[in-house]
């Protein structure tokens, strides 16, 4: 479980995460929600220390992980798997390599125990035998997954996925967000993804948090969140009217 | 002020490339692949320049060397001294500024504004040191040999073409480049080489690490990175011989 208390960030004199607490819990798929440049990636890099935080604790199982010292705040991310929004997949390696390099850094597995691994984790997000395809060489959707393949190469105890499924097709996109939620459930992972897909949100969303301008805005289940009546979210789930209208036939029947 | 910025963030940069590696193994192959990268990539040009620049100070000092008084051994002499103490370690190593600095911070720059850096830190690596330290070591390993080469092709050089203008001949030239050979300038030649090889790969690392922004950036970075180990090249180039010749 990973809660955070109470965390803002400014950005020169901009406040762009405003006192957000949130508890994501360890098993299940924790969303964070919200408008493009409302500071859900801000909030996501400051929970693994990439950005500082001002002010607020971040607790990994209790320990409050922005002071940690620095051999102890490695040893957390070693059990850390993220993906990042643009894929950050290393250039100069083939997928197998990338995905290999958690393990080679720090496991003691067999060369043929990595290859499955490697194998398994490109089935899982469908890139089977793509494995030495350079980064350069994908699409952006099979860049996106073959990043998470690399997020979940090492068992991580904490998943982070920015944006796992944009740019991706809706179908493609289903079998991506049930794969993170499965894992999550098989894994017990405390796992938090980033979304701005409704289907998502209703689909996987065990626990959400929707950020509004910084601010946290709404929490509860992606069930729940058809029938809030906060205007702001309101505006943002039902932002499409085609969403809006399926809705209101689902509910007349 | 800026510059004590930099150089306080530079050995704060340099103390984290050097803290233990998390993997031995894994280091070890990435020094051969940039031995191989920086070394064996380097040589083509390293070869060409040296060879002609050899025969050029062979026609030039031949040229000047009209007096009957100047022996004929004296050319050889001349082209050895000036591969030997300044061309090869010094002149050698600014061009490499130029091609391995410039390879460097563009490579390093664009892993950070594409967060492959930030993703080496969230598994829990060292990123400066698994980036930067498998280069600073293949630089010092390998430009002490790519600076011999360089030596004794610009001698060759020399050699080639003193003949071939009829500048000198063979037995002259030879006598000449064995003529007063004192060991202790191999000793000044060699450390300014892995001085510089240290500047090259960690100035160079230090301003792709701390790239901001985007492709514009790393473009600066880049620029920046070959203008300052230029700089510093000079610098200690200038310290170092002090140090030997006084
Ligand atoms: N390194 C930075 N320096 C300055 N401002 C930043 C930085 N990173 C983010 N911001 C600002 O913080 C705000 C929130 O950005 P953030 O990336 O968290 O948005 P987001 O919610 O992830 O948006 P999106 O859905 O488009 O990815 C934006 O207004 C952005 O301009
Ligand atoms: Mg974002």
């Known amino acids: 479980m990973i809660e955070i208390k109470n965390i803002s960030k400014t950005f020169g004199d901009r406040l762009v995460v405003d006192d957000v607490s949130f508890a994501f819990e360890q098993g299940k798929t924790n969303l964070i929600i919200g408008e493009s440049g409302s500071g859900k990636t801000t909030i996501m890099k400051m929970m693994v220390g990439l950005h500082e935080i001002n002010g607020g604790e971040i607790l990994y199982d209790g320990k409050n992980f922005p002071i940690l010292p620095v051999k102890d705040k490695q040893e957390v991310r070693k059990q850390i798997g993220m993906l990042f929004q643009g894929g950050a997949l290393f250039d100069s390696q083939t997928l197998e390599e990338n995905i290999r390099f958690p393990l080679d850094m720090f496991t003691s597995m067999s060369e043929e125990e990595k290859r499955d691994r490697v194998n398994f984790c490109l089935d899982k997000v469908q890139l089977t035998n793509r494995n030495n395809l350079y980064p350069g060489e994908l699409s952006g959707g099979m860049k996106k997954r073959a990043a998470l393949a690399r997020a979940i190469s090492n068992n991580p105890k904490y998943l982070f996925c920015d944006e796992p499924n944009s740019g991706l097709d809706p179908k493609t996109s289903i079998v991506i967000d049930n794969l993170i939620q499965s894992l999550t459930h098989e894994f017990n992972i405390t796992t938090i993804v980033i979304t701005h897909d409704m289907n998502s949100v209703v689909e996987i969303g065990e626990n959400v948090l929707y950020i509004y301008k910084g601010k946290p805005w709404w929490k509860g289940n992606g069930k729940d969140i058809l029938h809030t009546t906060n205007p702001e979210l309101l505006d943002f789930v039902f932002a499409s009217g085609f969403m809006k209208e399926v809705f209101q036939a689902v509910n007349k029947k | ?246």
């Open chain 2, 1 to 246: 002020m800026k510059l004590f910025f930099h150089l306080g963030r530079y050995f704060i940069l340099i103390k984290r490339v050097f803290s233990k590696p998390e993997k031995l193994s894994v280091y070890l192959k990435q020094i051969v692949h940039e031995i191989d990268n920086i070394g064996i990539g380097s040589l083509p040009i390293i070869s060409i320049i040296s060879f002609f620049m050899g025969g050029v100070i062979t026609i030039q000092a031949a040229f000047g060397f009209t007096s009957p008084i100047i022996p004929l051994y004296a050319l050889g002499f001349t082209t050895r001294e000036s591969m030997l103490l300044e061309f090869s370690p010094t002149i050698v190593c600014l061009i490499l500024a130029g091609k391995i600095g410039s390879n460097i911070a563009s490579e390093i720059g664009s892993m950070r504004i594409t967060e492959q850096i930030d993703a080496l830190e969230i598994m829990g690596i060292n990123s400066a040191g698994y980036l930067i330290l498998p280069k600073i070591l293949a630089a010092i390993f390998i430009l002490p040999f790519l600076i011999a080469i360089s030596m004794f092709l610009g001698i060759f050089g020399g050699y080639v073409m003193g003949i071939a203008t009829g500048a000198c001949n063979s037995y002259e030239f030879i006598f000449g480049i064995q003529a007063f050979f004192e060991p202790w300038k191999l000793y000044y030649s060699f450390t300014k080489v892995i001085t510089f090889a240290f500047l090259i790969t960690s100035i160079s690392s230090y301003f792709g690490y701390y790239t901001q922004g985007g492709a514009l950036e790393v473009g600066k970075s880049s620029t920046s990175a070959v203008v300052y180990s230029s700089i510093l090249i000079l610098v200690f180039n200038f310290i170092i011989t002090q140090l030997f010749f006084t």
